[in-house]
């Protein structure tokens, strides 16, 4: 049997340890919850701080290039102010007029805004408002062009926007940014113009038409087919680059006096200024053999191996591959205005405004063109 004694000490030792440990254990949940106070505040005012700094944040270097821009407007003569107008972008007109007094002077002048109209190549006005015109054309498009199985449109604003397939670039590699003039899509890549007179392409490259794309300015039309590009000088002549493989570069014609050209699968077709046609390039299908002669025409368009042109008269004419009726049942009416040739069929565009088409119909591209007019 243990000591009484010795067994109430040990239970008073007991009792002390227990005590102690139990204040130990207050003493550090006290600690922590301060801890966790101080934290908080701590955080509180990191907050406040990151608010106060967001307020008083420095002004950026694109903001600090805006208000030195105002600045500038406020200081300049009138005749520099308008030439600055008309070479601006909408949107940046609008920024411009919303902080400069004086630049918001000219934003009132309806004739400039008419003359901005003209330069996006409409002569009407769409609105009430001449301004209100332009503004709808900064996000309008004046031109498509639908290549192998994507799409590339021109803006009013002279910016191209692209969609549809993108494995060989021909979409996200699209030139960003404004000053183009007119676009066509090809297969697999698109050649673009620039206000300057240059060109630019991207996508496939296989064939180089996109690395021996022309270098200088001076160029007017450009067109592009299978795996070929062609375009018309300011002069009237005729260059031709990417594929070659049966003389759709090569045997492209020498000589000036050339209008409107257009690349079809192989093969590619031209207008001259005497209203006559040339066509080059495969001709397994007649595409250039049966080429019409004589004069009379006023623009065409190649398919991959077929093409149809538009006569003087407004009636149409088709040669080359008629395996899908493509040439047999082009119509005999002499009302239209506009045509363009496809894979295997075709679409012409009346001068009421409505459509039709005729030729390949696997995919309803023939039966399913829209009825609406005005277009």
């Not at 400069?100 to 190549?121: H, I």
């Amino acid at each position: 049997m243990d000591d009484p004694v010795e067994t109430i000490t040990q239970k008073l030792a007991r009792i002390k340890l227990k005590n102690r440990n139990r204040n130990l254990e207050r003493a550090q949940s006290h600690s922590r919850a301060a801890k966790r106070s101080s934290q908080q505040r701590i955080q509180s005012r990191s907050r406040v701080q990151a608010e106060s700094r967001i307020r008083r944040r420095p002004v950026t270097s694109e903001e600090k290039e805006i208000k030195m821009g105002v600045e500038n407007l406020e200081k300049l003569p009138l005749d520099v102010l308008q030439t600055i107008f008309m070479n601006m972008s909408v949107k940046d007109i609008s920024r411009n007029c919303r902080l400069s007094e004086r630049f918001d002077t000219l934003c009132k002048r309806e004739s400039l805004w008419k003359q901005k109209v003209f330069n996006y190549g409409v002569t009407d006005k769409l609105e009430t408002t001449w301004r209100q015109t332009a503004m709808i054309l900064s996000r309008r498009f004046k031109q498509v062009s639908a290549g192998g199985d994507y799409s590339v449109a021109l803006g009013y604003n002279g910016t191209l926007v692209s969609w549809g397939n993108d494995d060989d670039n021909q979409v996200s590699s699209t030139p960003r940014g404004s000053g183009f003039r007119q676009v066509s899509g090809g297969s697999s890549h698109s050649v673009a113009i620039k206000e300057d007179g240059t060109l630019v392409s991207w996508g496939y490259d296989k064939y180089s038409q996109v690395s021996d794309t022309p270098r200088g300015s001076g160029f007017k039309q450009v067109s592009v087919g299978g795996f070929h590009s062609v375009a018309i000088r300011e002069d009237g002549t005729l260059v031709s680059w990417g594929s070659d493989s049966h003389g759709q570069v090569s045997d492209t014609p020498r000589g000036s006096g050339f209008k409107q050209v257009s690349a079809g699968g192989f093969h590619s077709v031209a207008l001259r200024k005497n209203g006559s046609l040339v066509s080059w390039g495969n001709d397994d299908d007649n595409q250039v053999s049966d080429t019409p002669r004589g004069s009379g025409f006023k623009q065409v368009s190649g398919g991959v191996f077929h093409s149809v042109a538009l006569r003087e008269n407004e009636s149409l004419v088709s040669w080359g591959n008629d395996d899908d009726n493509q040439v047999s049942y082009t119509p005999r009416d002499s009302d239209f205005r506009q045509v363009s040739a496809g894979g295997g069929h075709s679409v012409a565009l009346r001068k009421d405004g409505t459509l039709v088409s005729w030729g390949y119909d696997n995919r309803s591209q023939v039966s399913d063109t829209p009825t609406i007019s005005r277009i």
